[in-house]
């Protein structure tokens, strides 16, 4: 089962400055103008690691020169002694508005292919990220982000030991969007040796960072004889745990050719009721209130007011969806990807893959708003999939379509970096 290991990261040294101007989102949440804020904030940013300016391939050797200049100059400082880090997160519910609290801890992991059944992805990925990530590997010899894996400790068991870190005050703490995020340190050999214990029998989910997984095992797989390349660093967190939050992805697309309303309703009710409300606002209300074990996916159109809820015929989607696990065949997003943008629109999952013509927004409103003032021609809106739902699909050996879940809050890229060889 899961192997996890104390390890002594980079982490910056007080030379940096405040540890809210040095972090940043992870890689694949910094657009453009994001970057330019970080770049702007200091000189030490970790967005030029991550996400570096460059032409071409340039920019990941650049990241390799900028990490050893840095661990030179003592910007960055590798920590004495070993240790797993509590990570907690202080946020406010986007929907509910509730006060919420999610612990996890940073540590190594002994990678796994897939097949042999100890770390359980969930969804489908992207060829694109991995290429880039893996370049990055290849250049610098570390792991940056946080990988987000979630483990089942009913008992709190490990929280515990998270809870007793957190009398002290934090080695590092930092502000980001509304969420305060807070590092400790665990280096005493009882508490290290217990969670390893604890932890032994753990199966692993990967809840965020499928692609950088993937490229953590295409790097292992290419070069077995670099030290440490056998590992990558995570934080874990709790499925048990209160604090986790799942938010819903919606999709939206664009560049469709001669995309038509009624075309799309006259394909669709073969496998779904079709009921045209009057407004998003409606539709979100109707969204929200929908009934477990029914598929409900919402819609709005460019160039038209109405809003449309589309509710699973069962026997029809279940013909549709018979080479799926009961459990996937349940899901919203996967009764979407299939019935809906493969079958009413023809988009196949190869494109899907490739990203051409999809993309994802969360929130409700942002995705509306994609349609109605941004120039998008369809906006499908979700409800969002339960921990156990996602859980059950990946123990059983499913995965969900791509970004099917949105874990709320994203984890800061540059609290600590996992360098090996």
Known sequence: MAQVFPFQPLRYSSKAGATSDLVTQPYDKIPDELRE??????PYNFVRLIKGKGAGDEVYQQAADLLDEWISSGILKK?????FYPYFQDFTHPETGDACVRKGFVAICKTHEYEERVIHPHELTHRGPKEDRLKLTTATKA????????YDDPQRQVDALLDAATASEPIAQAEEEGVTHKLW???DPVAVAKIQELMADKKLLVADGHHRYETSLAYKRAHPEVAGADKVMMTLVNMSSEGLVVLATHRILEGLDNLSVATVLERAVERFEVEKLKSSEELQQRLNSAPAGRSAIGAVFADDPAAYLFKGKKDALDAALGDLLPEQRNLDVVA?????????LGIS?????????ISYVRGFENAVNEVRNGGKQVAFLLRPVSVHEVAEISFSGGVMPQKSTDFYPKLLS???????G
């Open 143 to 150: 792991y940056f982000g946080q990988l987000f894996f979630l």
């Open 349 to 357: 999952e190869e494109d899907v893959r490739e990203l051409k013509g």
């Open 37 to 42: 804020q970080y770049l702007a904030g200091s």
């Open 414 to 420: 540059g609290f600590a970096t996992y360098r090996f």
């Open 185 to 187: 340190r665990i280096s």
């Open 79 to 83: 920590d004495a002694e070993p240790g």
């Open 336 to 344: 979407l990807h299939r019935a809906l943008i493969g079958d009413a």
